[in-house]
Each structure stands twice: as structure tokens, then as C-alpha cells.
């Protein structure tokens, strides 16, 4: 499967725990961006890289949250001390820039509990 | 920041009708709209897009058209099938950056 792949699938964690999530954009795509999708809801964005660098973080992304792209390959993102508003899908997308289409992955589904 | 409208929230239709969603946008410098389906439990994925300097574009039996004027845009799907039962998004980006979503339609094609 040469598509974006997220690692894991799903992740369950307990309140004030750390989590870490991982994506794999398509080969060869400088451009990689996260969203976060809530139950019945748009994707909303929460950041994007060119290559390893990261050009723009949304206000919805509190200090709890970080993302790396160091070798402008793959990319973490990671949320500390979880909260139960954490609960949501995570997606991660590629594209190749100057194009326009992004790619989505399957997404990580992380439930707080 | 950009914001997408999105309606209806909901479509039901018979199979072999069409079905038509209908967006806004506020930025006016959004120049890219792409149309995502998304099927219980799954990524979303592309189904068409437009770009600002197109007025319409078509693939089979989707269409999507474009009104910078007024800051609008619509999905039309004919000869609907139980296959196209599914969560649509609107979306608009500037210059190949982030996507901001619309709030999602839920369409039911009924057999």
C-alpha cells in the first residue's frame, strides 16, 4: 500500500497520560498536515509541514500538543497530559507541492478515558 | 481565518434522483475547493475539486460549480446510487495550504 498510513489504529489511554502518534505520508510528498475530526464533525486543522519545516499551527493546537517532521519524511504528533477533550480522530494528510490534493490517512482513533 | 458553510446536514433521496450540496465560503482569497466523501469509519477521500479560475467541472456523474462573486459553491451528484450513501465535506484552501471543512452532509440514497 504506497498511501498515508497512520500507526496506531486506535490508542485508549487514561487522563494525564502521554501519547504519541505517527504518519506516513505517500513517498516523495513534501507537504504533511494533521486534523482532527470529533463525532459528526469536519475535519479541523491543526498543523502542516513543508518538508521538515513547520509553517503553520492553529490555535486549537494548546502547548500540550507537538509535532515533528525531522527528516521531512514521516511525522509524530505527540499530546501531553491527555484530557477527555482530547477524545477524537486524529488524520493525517500528504500532498505534493505545488498540487493542491491532500491525501488522507485512515486516521487514529484515541479515546481518554 | 476562512470559515465554510456547509447545508443541508442531512439528504435523503430516492435512487436515481440527484442530490445537491451547498457550501459558502467567507475568504475571498480561497482559490482551491475540494469535494471529500467520507464513509463510516474510513479517511476521506477526493471525489472532485475546482479550482478559482473554473466556473464548473464534471467527472461522470458528479459536478461541482463555482460563484466567486458570491462566494459560493455546490456538489451535484445525478442518478443517485445506494453507493453514494456516504458523509460529503466542502472544503476551501488558499495557495495549497491548510483546508478548512464544511460541517458535513449526510447523504442516504434510499433503493
Known amino acids: 500500500d504506497t498511501g498515508v498510513s497512520q500507526d496506531p489504529r486506535h490508542k485508549i489511554t487514561k487522563r494525564g497520560q502521554n501519547v504519541t502518534f505517527r504518519c506516513d505520508p505517500i513517498?516523495?510528498?513534501?507537504?504533511l498536515y494533521w486534523y482532527r475530526q470529533t463525532l459528526g464533525q469536519g475535519p479541523e486543522f491543526l498543523t502542516y509541514?513543508?518538508?521538515?519545516?513547520?509553517?503553520?499551527k492553529s490555535r486549537l493546537l494548546s502547548d500540550r500538543f507537538s509535532a515533528e517532521r525531522p527528516k521531512g519524511s514521516f511525522s509524530t504528533l505527540e499530546i501531553q497530559r491527555t484530557e477527555q477533550g482530547d477524545s477524537a480522530m486524529y488524520l493525517c494528510?500528504?500532498?505534493?507541492?505545488?498540487?493542491?490534493?491532500?491525501?488522507f490517512g485512515p486516521g487514529t482513533r484515541l479515546l481518554v478515558l | 481565518g476562512e470559515n465554510v458553510e456547509q447545508h443541508p446536514s442531512t439528504l435523503s433521496v430516492q435512487e436515481g434522483d440527484s442530490a445537491v450540496i451547498k457550501c459558502t465560503y467567507s475568504?475571498?482569497?480561497?482559490?482551491?475547493f475540494p469535494w471529500y466523501k467520507q464513509e463510516l469509519g474510513k479517511r476521506p477521500q477526493l471525489i472532485i475539486d475546482?479550482?478559482?479560475?473554473?466556473g464548473e467541472k464534471k467527472d461522470q456523474r458528479i459536478a461541482v460549480t463555482l460563484n466567486k462573486t458570491a462566494k459560493h459553491f455546490s456538489l451535484h451528484i445525478t442518478e443517485t446510487q445506494p453507493e453514494d450513501s456516504a458523509v460529503y465535506f466542502c472544503?476551501?484552501?488558499?495557495?495549497?495550504?491548510?483546508?478548512?471543512f464544511g460541517t458535513g452532509t449526510k447523504l442516504q440514497v434510499i433503493p
Open positions: 513517498s516523495e510528498h513534501n507537504r
Open positions: 472544503a476551501a484552501s488558499k495557495d495549497y495550504q491548510k483546508v478548512t
Open positions: 475546482i479550482r478559482s479560475n473554473v
Open positions: 475568504d475571498s482569497a480561497s482559490n482551491y
Open positions: 509541514f513543508q518538508n521538515e519545516a513547520q509553517l503553520e
Open positions: 494528510a500528504s500532498s505534493l507541492a505545488p498540487q493542491e490534493t491532500q491525501y
